[in-house]
Structures are given as C-alpha cells and as structure tokens.
C-alpha cells in the first residue's frame, strides 16, 4: 500500500535559519505529491505540490522538488519566520481518479526570534 | 466565500451517547472526506464519499457511519462512542472547479469522550 514517511519533529529553529524537512514516499505508479501546512487551531491548507517526476513545486518561500529515483519530496525554505511555526505534513495522493489522501505524521515547526 | 464548515468545533461527550458531527461545503464539490488527526499517528482517512450516495470506508472506519443524501453535506455519526474515538477530526472536499490534488479542510472538531 501507500505510504508517506516525514522526520519526527519537533524542529525548533530560530528566525531566518534554514529549513529542510525529510519526506520519503512508497506508492505504486506515479502519485502526486503535497505539503500541507496546519498553524494552530486550524485546519489543514495546501502550501504546495507536485503531479510528476522533477516538477518543483513553490508556494511563500517554500519548495519541494519530486524525486522520483529517490521517491523523496523534501520540503526546504531558505529563511523561516516566526510567522511559519506550523505542523507540516506531507501527503500523496495515487491511483487514477483517486481522491484518497495518505498522509506521514507531521512534523512540527517552531521558529524563534 | 468557499469554504468547509464543520460543527461544533468543541464536544464533549460520555461513552454510548449517540452524536453527530456536520460537514458542509458550499463549493459544489463530488468528492467528501473524514479524518482523525492522532498525536504520533497523522491523519487518517474515516470514510469517503465520492457523490451523493455514494461511500467508501477508509482506513479506520471502525465505530463511525456517514451518509450523503445531499452534495453539500458529509455528517460523521459516532452511534456509541467511546474513548478512544477522542481525536480532532477533519472534513474534507474537492471536485467541480478544482483539481483532484487539491483538497479543501474544514476547521477540524476537537472531540473528547469521557
């Protein structure tokens, strides 16, 4: 079956370091791939993705580029702000005409000044 | 303005008394989802649907119903809840005007059952 495996958090960094978030993925064919960020005591919004092999996709400083020979998504910012204290997840989505996510674990961000 | 709306955000229950959670989006959206966020555990999918009158279980469908008699609304019902069904849960939409990669969330429903 699918599978999304991201680093443990918590990761506490402090304001305008660099960010890099681990996201390794097991899925048959070729899925799609997403970042979704959660702040506190909201719900889930998609902050990026990426439908093939190589496409990086951007969204507020952050990037992600598909690996495909590494199965890897890893999230990267070069200058985090407070303001990006968040639980991150990735997720991917396979299969033709498929709706159902898969989600890793989260891993939680806290940037400070 | 688009969006999924969830209620009530907070409930606070006691084991074996029935209860409904509503889901509701106003963006014409087919497909429907539940989830459960879990400490450690991420987020689980519950059920699905992928049109009025049509389900699918998830991966932890164990001690939840849905229906979807109406496009717009997706209720969860928890017939005899119990403790470990405390979690935050999410609802979630996607379809007509969007992309199946993207999904939209509701506010989440923080339920704690005693």
């Known amino acids: 079956g699918n599978s999304v495996t991201q680093m443990e958090g918590p990761v506490t960094l402090s304001e305008e370091a660099f960010l890099t978030i681990n996201c390794t993925y097991t899925?048959?064919?070729?899925?799609?791939l997403f970042w979704y960020v959660q702040y506190p005591g909201e719900g889930l919004q998609l902050l990026l993705k990426?439908?093939?092999?190589?496409d990086k996709g951007s969204n507020k400083g952050f990037e992600a580029t598909y690996r495909k020979e590494t199965t890897s998504f890893h999230l990267e910012k070069g200058s985090v702000q407070v303001s990006d204290s968040a639980v991150y997840f990735c997720a991917l989505l396979s299969g033709a005409g498929s709706y159902q996510l898969t989600f890793g674990k989260g891993t939680k961000l806290s940037v400070i000044p | 303005e688009a969006q999924v709306t969830q209620n009530p955000r907070y409930l606070i229950t006691v084991t074996g008394k029935k209860l409904t959670v509503t889901c509701s989006q106003n963006?014409?959206?087919?497909?429907m989802s539940w989830y459960r966020q879990d400490p450690g555990l991420g987020l689980r999918q519950i059920y699905y649907s992928m049109n009025v009158e049509v389900t699918d279980k998830g991966d932890v469908p164990e001690g939840y119903k849905v229906s979807r008699k109406e496009k717009r609304n997706f209720p969860l019902i928890l017939e005899s809840p119990s403790p470990n069904q405390t979690s935050l849960y999410f609802c979630a939409s996607s379809g007509q005007g969007a992309p199946r990669e993207t999904q939209y969330f509701g506010p989440g429903t923080r339920l704690l059952v005693l």
């Open positions: 990426a439908t093939k092999a190589d």
């Open positions: 899925a048959t064919g070729y899925p799609s």
């Open positions: 963006m014409n959206h087919e497909y």
